[in-house]
Structure formats: C-alpha cells, structure tokens
T-cell receptor, first 115, second 114 residues
C-alpha cells in the first residue's frame, strides 16, 4: 500500500506566478489535510477536505489560496500570484476517517521556493 | 483554540544518554496528543499517541510519553539515545470534536553527539 504521495517535491516559482501542489492520499483514505511549515516553525493547519467538499478552511489565507479534492484524481493546493512569503514546505496528510483519534499519514511534502 | 509549547528548538544529547523532549499544551477539552518525528526531506511519522486510557504511552523506536493532565504536559522520553534518533520532533494536539485537525508545536531539532 503506497503512502501519501505529493508532487512535485520541489517547486521554484517567480513572484506573480502560480503554484500547483498535488497530493494523492493513501488508498482507501477519503480525508485530506494540508499543512504549511514555514522556516523555524511547526506545521500550521490550512484546510481539511473530503471528496468534492471543503470541510474546514479556517487556516487558509483569504486571498490567492484555494484547495480542491475532486471525485477523481489528487487533491490540489493552488497558490495564485505567489509572493516570497509563500516560500515554505507544504505537507499533505490523509486519514480514513474524521475521527480525531485516528492517525494522519503524512506525505513527504512539497518545498516551494519563490524567487 | 488549542496550542502546543515546545521549548528549546535545538536539543543536544550524547549517544546513550536520556532523551527528554518537553511538550505542554492548552486545550479547552480533553485533548488527543501526538508525537511525530521528521527526518530530513521527509514527511512526518507518528511516534506515539494518547487518546484515552493508560497515561503512559509506548511508541516506536523505544520512545514513550506520559500524559499528565494536572501539568498539561506530554513529555517524550527515550532511555538511551542512538545516532539514528537525530531528527526533528513535533508534539501535536487535536480536538476530538474539531475535525481531527492538528495543532503543532514548533519542534525540537535533536542532535546526537557520539
């Protein structure tokens, strides 16, 4: 059973470009979480999605950021018009249920660098 | 809102010595508590978790942690450090009624000295 997959692993963008980060959850998992890790910081929750639904986006910046988890295909985190402050590691995690006790399985992350 | 405090961003420990990483949390409800380890350029791997029941929790790689409600703490220990324990360690808390989202501490970068 393959783990959580994220691609690309490294992404370089110039200011003003768009960044698309992909996350394929573990097989059988229908719950996806995105976290952002800024340098010298812990991970911060961004958004929680189930198939075709955004359940909790309270951690997402109000502008330029969006996320989706379509019926088919990976979850996508999209950042429009990137700025230098968006440089961070973005981690996706998946879980088979929304039960709080359940382990979230993390992907290797996408490291975004904005020039 | 929940939060986690991990003091001392960098922790040095001699090989064979005790590893102790401190974690304190704040939560308005009984929390679920987790410790994750992150190796360079990898994702987070669960070491152990506390949900209910026994307050002393044993995890992988010889780590254990004890939930102390009176101290709002969940410190991580390992009796004898190995070189392979060099990594970053994160304590996290989730609200049982809050969609399972995790709130993380800032992490401890552990360096093992031969």
């Amino acid at each position: 059973n393959a783990g959580v997959m994220q691609n690309p692993r490294h992404l370089v963008r110039r200011r003003g470009q768009e960044a698309r980060l992909r996350c394929s959850p573990m097989k059988g998992h229908s719950h996806v979480y995105w976290y952002r890790q800024l340098p010298e910081e812990g991970l911060k929750f961004m958004v929680y999605l189930q198939k075709e639904n955004i359940i909790d986006e309270s951690g997402m910046p109000k502008e330029r950021f969006s996320a989706e988890f379509p019926k088919e295909g990976p979850s996508i985190l999209r950042i429009q018009q990137v700025v230098r402050g968006d440089s961070a590691a973005y981690f996706c995690a998946s879980s088979p249920t929304s039960e709080a006790a359940h382990e979230q399985f993390f992907g290797p992350g996408t490291r975004l660098t904005v020039l | 809102a929940q939060s986690v405090t991990q003091l001392g961003s960098h922790v040095s420990v001699s090989e064979g010595a005790l590893v102790l990483l401190r974690c304190n949390y704040s939560s308005s409800v009984p929390p679920y508590l987790f410790w994750y380890v992150q190796y360079p350029n990898q994702g987070l791997q669960l070491l152990l978790k506390y949900t209910t029941g026994a307050t002393l929790v044993k995890g992988i790689n010889g780590f254990e942690a004890e939930f102390k409600k009176s101290e709002t703490s969940f410190h991580l220990t390992k009796p004898s450090a190995h070189m392979s324990d060099a990594a970053e360690y994160f304590c996290a808390v989730s609200d049982p009624g809050g969609n399972n989202r995790l709130a993380f501490g800032k992490g401890n970068q552990v360096v093992v000295i031969p």
